[in-house]
């Protein structure tokens, strides 16, 4: 017998058989084992997970999310025309049929304001699809800028200014809102009663001045800003909306210190560390996901409204914010130029369904309530 | 009541004072003023405007001169005596420097009764619509109806409301001609502009009240009710309904403070002129003056607002105390 056998139990029965120890067999053992392995996957995230997956809706739009996610990214590989390349026209174009024009050989590549990725993906596209470009099959705007073109390149740096301005939010109030929750007493008051003031303080004012007064350098002193338009407002949409990620993750918390589970790992003996590990952040992190994809529209929306006063992005680039404002400002009584704000409406409409479907599935599979707050 | 009143007359002090000081300095703190146009100005003009609206004062001496309530330029108790009192606090905006010869109380007095007009209409026309459509939804779960109002009440997040807004003016307007375009004056020319900032705000509150009522019909006092043999109409209006409002007269607060943030949007679109115009470009001219006299305007009404909604919760669920978590 060597040293690791386990200890034998003090018991006067038949001496235990090979692999047997004492009352407790080693099939039973494995039984167990795979009994309790059985039933962990009831953790909040796999049945979370489970549910999500029945819905075939949440999965479309999630389908339809990744579709788009890789439509925006690869954009520079697509065979479309430059999406700020100008054909001087004197009106805007209408949308042809793809079988009418299939599409035209006359592209020339424009590196402007591309990135090191961006311009090898467009140096591939050449390689691929040489200079022929798909015809207007959205139509153009005044400009003769290509509107599907601009509709795809668009989606990036609206999907991309969501997802930062999202994350933004995300990091501040869950931070903000676990240290109210976690501390408690004064610190919870004071944390809380600031988030109450700025609730009530109109947001649009500070975006406004943060804009004007982070943008400025570049229009006073003629030169580079130290931030682009877009990061400027990510950083300062991230740092307007997450009031109310702050309340959420806060009251999760306080339920959760509340919660049965917590207090039989406390009286368990385990560490407080241990507890916010396991317990305390799965649990705030579901939440903060489901408010994160609900946040991902509201900022989207937002951007839009702030293109639509001449604040978003500036004209170079091209957002579905600005594409939607423009197409508004497009409609007059006697040409309606209607595919301008169709187009990128349509866009728009179908991603914030797909998000918002998505952020319902979530927050229907972590079992949380519709609240009267956004 | 009073207590709750008296600590939000006290919370409603130190967000003003918050609001003016944080728009105060980040004013101050933007690059330009409001006398940087493209047009540049001889410096001497310049500097007599400058000392006209009391910008070549110590940065401190402004500040009180904005939040008041003394008067501290010559008309104030230091100079003649003819106006004791001035700033936000004895609520006197100062002349505006963008438009000259006009105060700023003057704008204000002449657009934000537009704005309000406009506003409360949208809100009650939400309201209307939200609550009809989460009523008619909850009545028959899974019905037709069901399905509709709930593809609509999800169509109306999906898009901003200044695509609405040209949506309908497309629609109503040059394919069905039944509406104006935009303009001033005629009660139908707020039809359009009310819809499109409404219809956001009605669609969620649809939503919010559908999913209340659903929980409430699942309660046991609704059981009792209909065990008694109440009619389901009855049951659905006069019982379950008070207990799912909750939701939705919470989402009110947010949702006016929505409605003041949309209409800077729609009173552009529709060429209504209302005090959301005034909003952006006071900012964006450095009107000092105007800027701060909107900013508060727009906090106080929001303020305002959110406390006449946590009464408005009391008055509907007897069991919350205000007292508790004011």
Redesign the interface.
């Given at each position: 017998m060597s040293a690791s056998t386990p200890p034998t139990p003090p018991s006067a029965g038949p001496k235990p058989a090979e692999g047997e120890h004492g009352w407790f067999r080693d099939e039973d053992f494995e039984r167990a084992l795979v009994e309790i392995q059985r039933q962990a996957p009831e953790s909040l995230w796999r049945k979370a997970r489970e549910r999500l997956a029945r819905r075939a809706s949440v999965r479309w739009s999630l389908r339809f999310l990744v579709f788009l996610a890789l439509l925006s990214w690869l954009a520079p590989l697509m065979p479309l025309p430059s999406p700020s390349a100008i054909a001087v026209a004197s009106e805007p174009s209408p949308p042809v049929f793809p079988w009418e024009v299939w599409g035209d050989t006359n592209f020339t590549p424009d590196y402007a304001g591309l990135g090191a990725l961006d311009r090898a993906l467009v140096r591939l596209r050449v390689a691929i699809f040489d200079d022929w470009r798909t015809g207007p099959w959205l139509g153009a705007d005044a400009l003769g800028r290509d509107l599907l073109a601009r509709v795809v390149w668009g989606s990036r740096t609206s999907l991309l200014v969501a997802l930062c301005a999202a994350l933004t939010s995300l990091a501040i109030g869950a931070t903000w809102g676990a240290t109210a929750g976690l501390v408690g007493g004064r610190v919870d008051n004071a944390l809380m009663r600031i988030v109450d003031v700025l609730f009530s303080i109109p947001t649009i004012f500070l975006v406004i001045f943060l804009l004007s007064f982070l943008d400025a350098p570049s229009a006073e002193l003629g030169r580079e800003p130290l931030l682009s338009r877009e990061q400027v407002f990510f950083l300062v949409v991230g740092a307007v909306s997450w009031l109310s990620m702050a309340r959420v993750v806060r009251g999760q918390v306080l339920e959760l210190e509340r919660a049965a589970f917590v207090e039989a790992a406390r009286v368990a003996g385990a560490s407080t560390f241990w507890i916010l590990r396991k317990h305390v952040l799965p649990n705030v992190l579901g939440i903060a996901v489901v408010n994160l994809t609900l946040t991902l529209p509201s900022v989207i929306l937002y951007e839009a409204f702030l293109s639509f006063l001449g604040l978003g992005v500036e004209p170079p680039k091209v957002s579905w914010g600005l594409l939607a404002s423009e197409g508004a400002e497009a409609l007059n009584p006697l040409e309606s130029y209607t595919w301008l704000i169709v187009a990128p409406a349509i866009a728009m409409a179908t991603t914030l369904l797909a998000l918002q479907t998505l952020g319902d599935g979530l927050r229907d599979a972590f079992g949380l309530e519709e609240r009267g707050e956004r | 009541m009073t207590r709750f009143l008296l600590r939000r007359a006290l919370?409603f002090l130190?967000?003003t004072w918050?609001?003016v000081t944080?728009?105060f300095f980040?004013?101050r703190?933007?690059?330009?003023g409001p006398f940087s146009g493209e047009r540049k100005l001889h410096p001497s003009v310049e500097a007599n405007l400058r000392a006209q609206y009391h910008l070549d004062w110590p940065l401190w001496k402004q500040y009180a001169h904005t939040v008041g309530p003394l008067n501290l330029d010559e008309r104030g108790p230091f100079g003649d005596g003819s106006d004791w009192f001035g700033g936000v606090l004895a609520l006197d905006f100062g002349p505006s420097m963008q438009h000259r010869d006009v105060t700023v109380n003057d704008v204000l007095a002449q657009s934000l009764p537009i704005s309000i007009a406009l506003g409360s209409l949208a809100l009650a026309l939400a309201l209307v619509l939200g609550l009809g459509a989460g009523v008619a939804s909850a009545h028959k779960p899974g019905s037709r109806l069901d399905g509709l109002v709930r593809a609509a009440a999800?169509?109306g997040?999906?898009?901003?409301?200044?695509?609405i807004?040209?949506?309908l003016?497309?629609v109503f307007?040059?394919w069905i001609p039944v509406l104006p375009?935009a303009g001033f004056g005629a009660p139908r020319h707020f039809v359009l502009p009310a819809v499109a900032l409404a219809l956001p705000f009605a669609a969620?509150i649809a939503?919010?009240s559908r999913?209340g009522l659903l929980e409430t019909l699942s309660k046991d006092y609704i059981r009792t009710a209909l065990a008694k043999g109440a009619p389901r109409s009855r049951i659905l209006w006069r019982h379950a309904l008070r207990g799912a409002l909750?939701?939705?007269?919470?989402?009110l607060g947010?949702a006016a403070?929505?409605v003041?943030?949309g209409s800077?949007?729609i009173e552009?679109?529709f060429a209504i002129p209302g005090a959301g115009t005034h909003?952006?470009a006071s900012?964006?001219n450095r009107d000092y003056t105007l800027?701060m006299g909107v900013?508060v305007v727009?906090?106080v009404l929001?303020?305002g607002f959110?406390t006449l909604v946590d009464v408005a919760y009391t008055l509907l669920d007897p069991r919350l105390d205000l007292e508790r978590d004011a």
């Open positions: - | 919370w130190v967000t918050a609001v944080a728009a980040l004013l703190a933007a690059p330009g999800t169509s997040l999906v898009l901003p409301n200044f695509v807004a040209s949506l003016i497309l307007a040059f375009v969620y939503r919010l999913a909750a939701p939705v007269v919470s989402f947010p403070a929505g003041l943030t800077l949007v552009r679109i909003f952006v900012a964006l800027a900013t727009y906090a929001v303020f959110n």
